[in-house]
């Protein structure tokens, strides 16, 4: 049994990636160069989303036997990457905005942790997945990524906070009914001014959710996020503005969304 999928959204700046992330293309003629490999692998590139804005890269390598048991071996991972970040959230993942060493007992991996969980805290981001195992890391000068898992699923983040370019990445293999909760709650924990949506899953995945904002209509995928508005009062919405899905490797479904600031709501 086979299964290799990765996938990443088009760089902002592609020639200053190293070889061989110069584009999508090259990074498939290095795979394709390692023919044993890929003789094994039999996998295929697919881009979703359009060329002329943010779209998203990803390889397939589906060879996997499923179970008969119904609901066994459904499986889904969910993205969210969000771009201009609030501000007042941003500012969080300042590494100098915290105390250093606190005492001369604390050494420098203790002000590391406490300050990875302050961080953690202070964004709110420990409620965006309760009960897990949670390992936070923050950086200097600037920056924050989290790893944690529950039960048999995995939570990971990253965030990067510099102005201009700000960005924050959550992503999980949770699997659920309906991830209208989930996503409100990310979306509002960052206040971006647009992100975009990612999912891949088997059909039985797919069949599984009830509450999936990729699938709805243009109208329905709106997500109207309280507390988003500037002063946290009154409410934000976000509307999807292009979509884009395919099936591949025989039952592996890729889909992707992008959403913007709706000034009708607020």
Not at 38 to 49: I, S
Not at 151 to 177: V, W
Request: proline share 4%; glycine share 8%; net charge negative.
């Amino acid at each position: 049994t086979i299964f290799i999928a990765t996938a990443r959204k088009n760089f902002n700046f592609p020639s200053d990636q190293q070889f061989p992330h110069g584009s999508f293309d090259q990074e498939l003629d290095y795979l394709y160069s390692h023919r044993k490999l890929c003789q094994k692998l039999d996998g295929n590139g697919y881009t979703l989303g359009p060329i002329t804005s943010d779209h998203w890269f990803v390889f397939v390598a589906d060879k996997t036997i499923r179970s008969q048991v119904p609901h066994l071996d459904n499986d889904r991972v969910l993205n969210i990457m969000m771009f201009d970040i609030d501000p007042s959230i941003a500012d969080i993942f300042q590494y100098d905005r915290y105390e250093g060493k606190k005492s001369k007992k604390e050494t420098d991996g203790d002000a590391v942790k406490r300050i990875s969980l302050e961080q953690t805290k202070a964004a709110g981001i420990d409620s965006l997945c309760p009960g897990s195992i949670l390992d936070s890391r923050a950086f200097e000068p600037c920056g924050y990524s989290m790893n944690a898992i529950l039960d048999q699923s995995y939570y990971t983040m990253h965030i990067t906070p510099e102005q201009g370019s700000s960005y924050a990445s959550f992503e999980t293999n949770q699997k659920l009914l309906s991830y209208t909760d989930l996503i409100h709650n990310v979306v509002r924990t960052f206040k971006p001014k647009r992100f975009v949506m990612t999912l891949m899953a088997d059909e039985g995945g797919i069949l599984e959710i009830k509450g999936n904002p990729l699938v709805c209509s243009s109208a329905s995928s709106r997500i109207v996020v309280p507390g988003c508005a500037e002063g946290n009062k009154g409410e934000t919405g976000y509307k999807r503005i292009n979509f884009a899905s395919i099936q591949v490797e025989d039952d592996c479904c890729c889909m992707m969304g992008k959403w913007v600031i709706d000034k009708d709501v607020g």
